[in-house]
């Protein structure tokens, strides 16, 4: 048995510097991070005789060791805090699950710069704009400026290649300044500075220009180049005209908090050059009796001091409104915030005007965002509750889990695992296997590997350790089914209910049939039924997770050329190639007397490039 955690010998000990304590249960798995201005203060308030927080007498009682670490001062403190609950991501502490990175448009600094989607780390040259709520938003904008100003959005090594114009110059997308003749510098120049200065909100500055650039050219005589500055000035207005959610404020976030059953709900508004640029609800996991302060604060800092999301940080910040009782301690922890972001950040709950409309605005999506989530989980309980009812299990379902392959004529093939709890998708948990080693097109030898890559390390773990699902979906008839029968056969412990869900004759929703392992028998189910559509959102997650992996592990294939692979083939040698044989589709078939017909390439490098892609 586990010794009781002496509280008293560990506080006699305990320095009053400012710093950061970590405690542990039995397992030694870290339960919770907290910071102090001063430690033994801090700390001692835990094990004081009364102590009014549920939620601290429930942690108490499963300490079984604590550490601290000093630091310097209290925003050293609140940093280390904030890189602690990333790494070990306690369950007494509030967690920011959605911690994705924003994405931008980013405008590069080539010679002739191009318009492209970006996340992550900044590290391309180039002006970013953003960020972005999510990336339909960003592709939305691309399309948009596409249709608004002709300036190239194609890949670099699709645009190095080129010897004549695409076809989006024939759809007057783009001005081809891949091709000479086409278009100068200038206007080429001209039009990527209009797109930044649209970007930037400066859209009257923007038909201003178009309108004295359209008079010259009429002017001129130039009469269909005065005609497409017209048709952009129309355009504009057009997109003018839609875009009513505008206003004064430059940049500034918004954060909107609401809070029912358990679940809380952060709101965050961008406003970016004047305009709301779009918002993002989350749902941070919040211990029970937590208080409100607390989940607030704790989201300010996982969200804005991460490290990996590529934040840009606003020039203000508005928070929820406040009570006169808060306003002190609050403002406390807003200085402290404000301190650590190190930045001129200004944070604010006490707004007015346009401020006071953002702030309610935001309120609003929070209380919004809260009732769809309550509403999404009552429909999934109740939908549980129906399938444990078909199922006759005698026990409640906590977690499932689905497989689904995909793959292109046997090619790049990838199995997908998607897991679902009594709240809906549980995406942190969603993981993809590439498969190998296998006949192309092996569906069942395919189904096999990836059962193994999920459960191998599982099946070694502690009971309570593995996540091991009380009902595991295979997206597929008998034959599937049967390779997660013979794995889990010698399992040698309680292994899933195995469940094969084969589509219907004309693969509509309602016409699956559903294969119980074992016997093989059908599970009967009306087409209406809540278990059935509660089954078909798990086949239907598990199949996109799936196919979206796949294209993506194809779309990588496809931009990489085998020639940038073969020695000798430079980056000139490579582009006078395909513009010889027209595209890498043409050099794969090439014979050797074709190859060696290019100017610059040897009889020898025929060979090599011949034999290059028939020994893949």
């Given at each position: ?10 506080l ?8 950061v304590?970590r ?24 094990f ?35 890189n ?39 590290r391309d ?23 608004l ?9 699709y645009y ?11 759809l ?7 091709v ?5 510098d ?33 002017q001129?005589?130039e009469?269909?180049?005065?005609a ?6 129309t ?10 959610v505008?206003?004064?404020q ?9 809070r ?23 749902f ?24 990996t ?8 910040i508005?928070?929820?409104e ?38 309610s ?20 309980r109740m ?9 006759d299990?005698?026990?409640?379902i ?19 695992c ?14 993809r296997?590439?498969?190998s ?29 593995s ?12 034959g ?14 309680a ?22 392992a ?32 796949h ?31 027209g595209?890498l ?10 190859l ?15 034999h ?5």
């Amino acid at each position: 048995m586990t010794p009781e955690f002496d509280a008293q010998e560990f506080l006699r000990h305990l320095t009053h510097q400012p710093g950061v304590y970590r405690m542990y249960d039995g397992e030694g798995d870290v339960i919770y991070v907290g910071k102090a201005k001063d430690l033994r203060k801090r700390v001692a308030s835990y094990f004081r005789k009364t102590v009014d927080s549920p939620k601290t007498q429930t942690l108490v009682k499963q300490i079984q060791n604590m550490d601290v670490t000093v630091t310097n001062t209290e925003a050293e403190a609140l940093i280390l805090e904030n890189n602690f609950i990333k790494k070990y991501r306690p369950r007494y502490n509030v967690l920011l699950r959605d911690d994705k990175s924003y994405p931008y448009i980013l405008v590069s600094s080539h010679e002739h710069p191009r318009l492209a989607f970006h996340r992550g780390t900044r590290r391309d040259k180039g002006e970013y704009f953003g960020p972005f709520p999510n990336g339909v938003a960003v592709r939305e904008s691309l399309r948009l400026l596409q249709k608004l100003f002709p300036v190239r959005q194609c890949e670099d090594t699709y645009y190095r290649a080129r010897s004549r114009p695409c076809l989006q110059y024939q759809l007057k997308r783009c001005l081809a300044p891949c091709v000479k003749g086409y278009c100068t510098d200038d206007e080429y120049q001209e039009q990527v500075q209009l797109a930044k200065d649209f970007l930037k909100g400066n859209n009257q500055q923007v038909i201003d220009v178009l309108v004295d650039r359209m008079e010259h050219s009429s002017q001129a005589l130039e009469f269909e180049r005065a005609a497409r500055f017209r048709d952009q000035i129309t355009a504009l207005r057009q997109v003018q005209e839609r875009n009513s959610v505008t206003g004064n404020q430059q940049e500034l976030d918004v954060i909107g908090f609401s809070r029912n059953g358990g679940i809380c709900a952060v709101h965050v508004l961008f406003v970016r050059d004047a305009q709301i640029q779009g918002s993002r609800s989350y749902f941070p996991k919040v211990p029970a009796n937590t208080d409100d302060q607390e989940v607030l604060v704790a989201f300010l800092l996982q969200f804005y001091l991460s490290d990996t999301a590529g934040r840009k940080l606003p020039k203000e910040i508005i928070l929820p409104e406040q009570d006169e009782a808060q306003s002190e301690q609050r403002q406390q922890e807003l200085d402290l915030i404000g301190e650590v972001l190190a930045q001129k950040v200004r944070l604010a709950s006490r707004v007015r005007g346009e401020r006071k409309q953002y702030q309610s605005l935001a309120a609003k999506n929070a209380l919004n965002a809260l009732e769809s989530k309550l509403n999404q989980q009552s429909t999934m309980r109740m939908r549980i509750q129906a399938l444990e009812k078909v199922l006759d299990l005698g026990a409640s379902i906590v977690r499932m889990e689905c497989f689904d392959i995909s793959h292109t004529m046997g090619q790049e093939t990838v199995a997908s695992c998607v897991v679902f709890d009594i709240n809906g998708p549980k995406k942190a948990d969603y993981r993809r296997y590439n498969i190998s080693g296998i006949t192309p097109g092996d569906d069942y030898a395919a189904m096999a590997k990836a059962l193994a890559k999920r459960y191998d390390k599982a099946r070694d773990a502690g009971e309570g350790k593995s996540n091991i699902p009380d009902i595991l979906f295979i997206d597929g008839g008998k034959g599937q089914l049967a390779q997660a029968e013979n794995y889990f056969a010698d399992w040698g412990r309680a292994a899933p209910l195995l469940i094969g869900v084969a589509k219907g004759e004309s693969r509509k929703p309602g016409l699956e049939t559903l294969i119980l392992a074992g016997s093989h028998q059908t599970i009967p189910m009306e087409k209406d039924a809540a278990a059935l559509h509660l089954i078909q959102h798990i086949r239907d997650e598990s199949h996109r997770f799936a196919i979206t992996g796949h294209r993506q592990r194809r779309a990588k294939v496809r931009r990489t050329s085998t020639l940038e692979d073969i020695p000798g083939i430079g980056a000139k040698r490579r582009q006078k190639i395909l513009q010889n044989l027209g595209g890498l589709q043409q050099v794969k078939q090439a014979s050797i007397e074709q190859l060696k017909s290019i100017p610059g390439i040897s009889p020898t490098m025929a060979e090599t490039i011949y034999h290059a892609f028939r020994d893949e």
